[in-house]
Nanobody, 126 residues
Framework: QVQLEESGGGLVQAGGSLRVSCAAS????????RAWFRQAPGKEREFVAS????????TYADSVKGRFKISKDNAKNTLYLQMNNLNPEDTAVYFC???????????????????WGQGTQVTVSS
């Protein structure tokens, strides 16, 4: 079993920056691609960014490309999402997710995820 725990959410003004983290514990060696999703009130959960196990392959949603950066520290089994130039439309609960499918280089949909964290709230004020 794998546990994912997010941290680092909070309140920030538009134009500001925030970094959220996701620590994996348990059978962390069994997870491959990892990703960030977000869900705003009344909306479906949407893909934000994904990283391969090595961190060498990353993908981003068009809405965050150039502003957000996904990275990982394999020694700490921790995934990060650096968010810059935030705007109110980025307000959501941010979830990290992971897959144990070794064939996946990246994650794009919720159906590809086997593990989820509990989420961390990010609020951007205008």
């Amino acid at each position: 079993q794998v546990q994912l725990e997010e941290s680092g959410g909070g309140l920030v003004q538009a134009g500001g920056s925030l970094r959220v983290s996701c620590a994996a514990s348990g059978r962390g060696f069994s997870i491959y691609a990892r990703a960030w999703f977000r869900q705003a009130p009344g909306k479906e959960r949407e893909f934000v960014a994904s990283s391969s196990r090595s961190g060498g392959h990353t993908t981003y949603a068009d809405s965050v490309k150039g502003r957000f950066k996904i990275s990982k520290d394999n020694a700490k089994n921790t995934l990060y999402l650096q968010m810059n130039n935030l705007n109110p439309e980025d307000t959501a609960v941010y979830f990290c997710a992971a897959s144990f499918d070794e064939r996946l280089l990246s994650i794009k949909t919720t159906y590809e995820c086997d593990y989820w964290g509990q989420g961390t709230q990010v609020t951007v004020s205008s």
